[in-house]
């Protein structure tokens, strides 16, 4: 068993020295580099970056949608500001080549499956069917 299947962080450290060691024209042995774990690792760090956008961006729409389904609610301005702040975390941590897959209508509907049947007792007022907001306003936020 390899250090990738016993401690990650002991495989990515030692991955790590070896291709900076590399990296300045140093001597390594390729046959310690684990090339197959590390083009793994690679795409997961982009897919991590997208699903945590993605899942910022699903946050951000529950709030919103809270706010608007209840709009009379003591909690609908920390909803909104809670929006607000999910939706400056994506803005900073998207990149242009994750609109292409990014399916905002799914994650519309992922956000509205998490409205509760009631708070305080009211039903939820009505909330679009379809997502009312693009990507780009939704990522618009804060930036002047």
């Known amino acids: 068993m390899s250090d990738y ?3 990650i962080l002991v495989w990515s450290e030692r991955q790590g020295a070896l291709l900076r060691r590399r990296a300045a024209g140093g001597l390594v042995n390729e046959a310690e580099l684990d090339w197959p774990n590390i083009a793994e690792e690679i795409e997961d760090v982009g897919r991590s970056q997208l699903n945590a956008v993605e899942s910022l961006l699903r946050q951000a729409l ?7 389904a209840w709009p009379d609610c003591r909690d609908a301005p ?7 702040g999910f939706r400056i ?7 242009p080549s994750m609109r292409q897959r990014i399916d905002l209508e799914h994650i519309y509907r992922l956000a509205r499956r998490a409205l509760p049947e009631t708070i305080d007792g009211q039903p939820p007022g ?9 990507l780009e306003a939704l ?3 804060g930036i002047a």
Do not use: N
Request: hydrophobic share 45%.
């Open 5 to 7: 299947d016993d401690d």
């Open 62 to 68: 529950t709030h919103m949608l809270k706010a608007e």
């Open 78 to 84: 920390s909803w909104q500001a809670a929006a607000i």
């Open 89 to 95: 975390d994506a803005a900073s941590r998207y990149a």
């Open 126 to 134: 009505p909330v679009a069917e379809t997502c009312p907001m693009t």
């Open 139 to 141: 990522l618009a936020v």
